[in-house]
């Protein structure tokens, strides 16, 4: 994997391992339950998971013509930072159509661990091929924030678990 992703990668890494450990000895109805009106941790994991298959998708299908695509500047480093404090503010955004039109219903906690690392896996898979002189490539397209290279997106999926956090939280400590 290309140096300025690795860090990216592998602190996106400790940060879900971090979060399954929060609720790895949940009980399997726990996991499924929450206050009126409220997400439970099985559709947060499902939001999590779905944002990042979507985002892979992306990614795979402008990567099929990186040659042509331009690298990211001064833009989407400003954006990018406006969009990481977007994700730590404690502010209720809507999930993008895209998302909430592909996520199924949550799985059960032990299916919803093995997608989660099956994407994962295929992450890091998409990211060992990609080479230092395309990690620049504006590869990804945030719904708000536009386009982001894939360092910058590996960057918002980390910012996107740390939003969630909180709430996570707060539903395991009911």
Known sequence: MAPSLQENFSRLERQRSE???????????????APTSKWTVA?????????ETLSLGYMRK?????????????????????????????VRYKAPKAVLENTPQPFSKDELLSRWDHVRLELKSFLDALPEAHCRRLIFKHPVAGMLDARQTVGFMYEHVLHHLPQVKRLLNR
Not at 19 to 33: D, G, T
Not at 43 to 51: E, K, N, P
Not at 65 to 83: C, N, P, T
């Open 43 to 51: 559709q947060i994991i499902t939001h999590l998971i779905t944002s």
């Open 19 to 33: 979060l399954l450990n929060l609720f790895k000895n949940l009980p399997e109805e726990k996991f499924h339950v």
């Open 62 to 90: 402008k990567s099929l013509g990186i040659e042509g695509l331009k690298d990211s500047g001064l833009k989407q480093v400003v954006v990018f930072w406006l969009l990481k404090i977007s994700q730590r503010i404690p």
